[in-house]
């Protein structure tokens, strides 16, 4: 049983008050707070052993570089990867998929297929189309229903042997759904195809164990996990990082640089090019210590019980439609209330202190599936409290009440 109100005091933030009131922040799909002792990390990276890593002689630097790789190997056991140089610092799941999808050009040709999902963040989409554009690939959509749940009937007819990659979200920012990865790695690679999984949203609140899943890659964002805004993880096999050209080129990831040819630096530094988010790679390990020390499985179990009662409460609005009602859901909860613009509950809500996220969620597909200019979403965390959620109940009321 968890003590959410001693978790609530490791975030200085909680305490603030927002238009007199105080804050209720239900943004954590967006980024995640911080506690104090990543606060600290950060500040004591910066007092006591800043200097650049890997090549420096003098003794700040080797500190520095032993924090940047114990950090990657907290993160190669967090994430259960059979080597440390299979985990890639990146500024975060973008910066991620990106990497990729620039890298696959050279496995995609005309004809080709990509694929994705019609939940995908903007983030999961628009690097393939740039890919297809480049290549002449096509890229397919797994489709979904009306609760918002992957159609898995049909990702199977789309699979064929052209299919060269599947990149899905573990969870949708927009809908809460949990998708069902582990079928669709076990499904793409029967036709030869690689995996990427965005995982966002679930390393947050999941356990993620990617020798388990056997995905290709798995990437997720440091400022959603508690961590830094800017760092993030990209996890790949070694075969596919071993035959994945660079993506950036400049200092670090070299070997051995003549005017007449480069040749590169192996993994993860290939991967890596100049002076890296250091601070951010160090404390991002620094969070993931405070989320297991609390236990993602603990978290997991509360935020659901979040779930639960914002469903239950969120409910006994009239004329409240939910947009995304999946079985297996994190603690994401999009809705509408009637014809009410969402941005207008949104402004009303904030200046009762209540902050949430409106509009399309950069998830512009799944607002136009579910024929919405955009939803409200309340995304809880494990800081979050049922007497928070009322606070939001009430505030909704009062919105329908001035603009229904
Ligand atoms: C599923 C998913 N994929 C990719 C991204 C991009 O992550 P970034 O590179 O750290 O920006 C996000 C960010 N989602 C959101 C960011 O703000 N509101 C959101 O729902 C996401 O939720």
Known sequence: MLDIQAIRNDFPILTQTVNGKPLVYFDNAATSQKPQVVIDAISNYYGTINANIHRGVHTLS?????????????????????????VLFTAGTTHGINLVAHGFAAFVKAGDEV?????????????????????????????????????????????TEKTKIVAVNHISNSLGTINPIEHIIKKAHEVGAAVLIDGAQAAPHLKIDVQALDCDFYTFSGHKTCGPTGSGVLYGKEEWLEKLPPYQGGGEMIKEVTFEKTTYAGLPHKFEAGTPHIEGGIVLGTAIDYLNSIGLDNIMAYENEL????????????????????TKKTSVISFNVGEIHPYDIGAIVDKMGIAVRTGHHCTQPVMNFFNVPGTVRASFAFYNTKEEIDALVLAVLKAQRMLG
């Open 115 to 159: 694929m994705v999902s019609a939940m995908e963040h903007h983030s999961n989409i628009v690097p393939w189309q740039m890919l297809c554009e480049r290549t002449g690939a096509k890229l397919t959509v797994i489709p979904m229903n009306e609760k918002g749940e992957l159609i898995i009937e049909e990702f199977e007819k789309l699979l």
């Open 62 to 86: 080797q500190l520095a570089t032993d924090a940047y790789e114990q950090s990657r190997q907290k993160i190669q056991t967090h994430l259960n990867a059979k080597h440390n140089y299979e």
């Open 307 to 326: 779930l639960r009662y914002g469903n239950e409460k969120l409910q006994e609005i009239e004329g409240i439609r939910f947009i995304g009602t999946a």
